[in-house]
């Protein structure tokens, strides 16, 4: 079989460790050599993925990062010799994709999987554009990454093939519930937005007091933000798996600042649920607006009230964007 050696450092299971646990054992499934390298700094979310890829018979090595330029990185990655070497993220990225080539490792492919704020660095932008020239292929997970990257590290667009993030679809979605139930998902950081959320739900339970909201996960936010959240507010915690979230909720609402790709909203459209999401990376390739959902500037509470205040009014027309996802 063809060996795959795929390489990331990690801290937790997010966007890209999630579609990294769906897509390896397909892999391996058709025939396809597919390895992990993980790298990490003694995270207990790395220990976790591992074991979860462990757990769907991906061969992994684990190996712990002393400094973020460890030169003990490429001579692990070496050690392979795979067939294809696939890297992830920008350590992975700036480590792995000099060493492949320098191992002559036959096709070198990396895929760009999410906003950054350190991508603004210029040392950064240097080091991620240097890299991506050991790169046969590079991938940016939506057009709107690849637009971000070009922006802020002097990539081109042209310089990436726009491959979206998939999933498997589940059971038949069931009806939804009451259009004034609302939920969100996602870690909680300053970049997912919870914080405008909160104070945009604050402004529409003013006009629709039977509204309510869950927020299923956790972060250094958390105290922040329960602090601050209104009534008809519910922190869940971490849920996994999160499908029964959505099931019991009728509008998802996406408020982040930045995002790759937008994986909540995608979970969404297979649950048959409305979304409400911010205009930013692939969330607007992923909803169609006034089709499937609605699209409101990303950081505006009042916008996303507005958007609130609507759908919560109007139950067919969530259920037709619902059907519609």
């Known amino acids: 079989m063809t060996q795959v050696l795929h390489v990331q450092k990690v801290s937790g299971i997010s966007g890209s460790e999630a579609h990294l646990l769906s897509?390896?054992?397909?892999?391996?499934?058709?025939?396809?050599?597919?390895?992990?390298?993980?790298?990490?700094?003694?995270?207990?979310?790395?220990?976790?993925?591992v074991a979860a890829l462990r757990a769907r018979d991906v061969p992994t090595e684990a190996w712990r990062m002393r400094f973020d330029l460890d030169p003990s990185v490429p001579a692990r990655l070496v050690r392979h010799r795979p067939t294809i070497l696939h890297t992830h993220l920008v350590h992975a990225d700036v480590l792995g994709l000099p060493a492949g080539a320098l191992a002559r490792v036959p096709i070198r492919v990396s895929t760009k999987h999410g906003f950054?704020?350190?991508?603004?660095?210029?040392?950064?932008?240097?080091?991620?554009?240097?890299?991506?020239?050991?790169?046969?292929?590079?991938?940016?997970?939506?057009r709107g990454l690849a637009r971000y990257l070009a922006a802020t590290e002097g990539f081109s667009e042209d310089d990436f093939t726009v491959v979206h993030y998939g999933i498997e679809a589940g059971s038949e979605p069931s009806?939804?519930?009451?259009?004034?139930?609302?939920?969100?998902?996602?870690?909680?950081?300053?970049?997912?937005?919870?914080?405008?959320?909160?104070?945009?739900?604050?402004?529409?339970r003013a006009e629709v007091p039977e509204l309510t909201l869950e927020l299923a996960g956790a972060g250094r936010l958390e105290?922040?933000?329960?602090?601050?959240?209104?009534?008809?507010?519910?922190?869940?915690?971490?849920?996994?798996?999160?499908?029964e979230v959505y099931d019991r909720n009728a509008i998802v609402v996406v408020p982040s600042r930045g995002e790759g790709f937008g994986?909540?909203?995608?979970?969404?459209?297979?649950?048959?649920?409305?979304?409400?999401?911010?205009?930013?990376?692939?969330?607007?390739?992923?909803v169609s607006d006034g089709e499937t959902g609605t699209v409101?500037?990303?950081?505006?509470?009042?916008?996303?009230?507005?958007?609130?205040?609507?759908?919560?009014?109007?139950?067919?027309?969530?259920?037709q964007y619902g059907h519609a996802a």
């Open 116 to 142: 950054n704020e350190f991508r603004g660095n210029r040392v950064v932008a240097a080091a991620d554009r240097a890299a991506g020239r050991f790169a046969h292929g590079q991938i940016a997970i939506s």
């Open 263 to 286: 994986m909540v909203a995608l979970e969404a459209a297979e649950r048959g649920r409305a979304a409400i999401v911010s205009d930013v990376g692939g969330l607007p390739e992923i």
């Open 23 to 49: 897509v390896l054992p397909l892999l391996r499934e058709r025939g396809w050599d597919a390895r992990m390298l993980v790298l990490h700094e003694r995270e207990p979310g790395a220990a976790e993925f």
């Open 175 to 204: 009806a939804p519930p009451a259009a004034t139930r609302l939920c969100a998902v996602g870690r909680l950081i300053p970049v997912k937005g919870f914080d405008v959320l909160l104070r945009a739900f604050a402004e529409a």
């Open 296 to 319: 409101v500037p990303a950081g505006d509470a009042a916008a996303l009230a507005r958007a609130i205040v609507v759908l919560a009014r109007d139950g067919e027309l969530v259920r």
């Open 223 to 243: 105290h922040e933000l329960r602090a601050a959240a209104p009534d008809g507010v519910t922190f869940l915690g971490r849920v996994a798996p999160v499908r």
